[in-house]
């Protein structure tokens, strides 16, 4: 699927740029999830930090203040998947589908359940919830450098997601 869609973005890209000159996708969706969680962040700054509350407030929380990042940046799902991502690792957040059950009154995966549990726990403060999307925008600047140093070194991101499908059972990648 990755090869399809490099592909298509290849033949849609009228510029003289060859393939080879071009950042591999994840470069900018590591940069734009670091402008995601920048923005969280200044969210939280500018407008305050809340934790707890029941009705509807200026101030954010960190789900609030990343889907409002989101919505700000004007980013795609993609995006904000990585900027997610990003920040469940500085959280070192479980599995989302660990956060439901059957059981579960509300009975809906909701992407920031663990964000806002994270964000309303006793004793939890802003400058901890600062500090954990500083280390998120760490982890996803990292990441982007990542990107960057493999398409410098001629890595071929088309073999390896090819390898990854075979590995994941799926026939004829």
Do not use: H
């Not at 500083?134 to 088309?158: C, F, M, N, P, T």
């Amino acid at each position: 699927m990755r090869s399809i869609i490099v592909g298509i973005l290849m033949m849609i890209s009228a510029s003289s740029v060859t393939a080879q000159d071009q950042l591999p996708l994840n470069v900018e969706e590591w940069q734009s999830a670091v402008l995601i969680l920048q923005a969280a962040k200044t969210a939280i700054e500018e407008k305050g930090w809340q934790q707890g509350a029941t009705e509807p407030t200026e101030a954010r929380c960190l789900a609030t203040a990343m889907e409002d990042a989101w919505l700000r940046e004007r980013k795609s799902l993609v995006d904000f998947e990585y900027a997610k991502l990003a920040l469940d690792q500085a959280l070192d957040a479980p599995d989302a589908s660990s956060l439901t059950s059957t059981n579960d009154p509300l009975a809906v995966p909701y992407w920031g359940r663990y964000y806002m549990y994270w964000n309303d726990a006793k004793g939890r403060t802003e400058e901890q919830v600062l500090t954990a999307l500083d280390k998120a925008i760490a982890y996803a600047e990292g990441r982007r450098q990542e990107a960057s140093e493999l398409k410098r070194s001629g890595s071929d991101v088309e073999s390896f997601d090819r390898e990854m499908m075979r590995s994941l059972g799926f026939a004829n990648p």
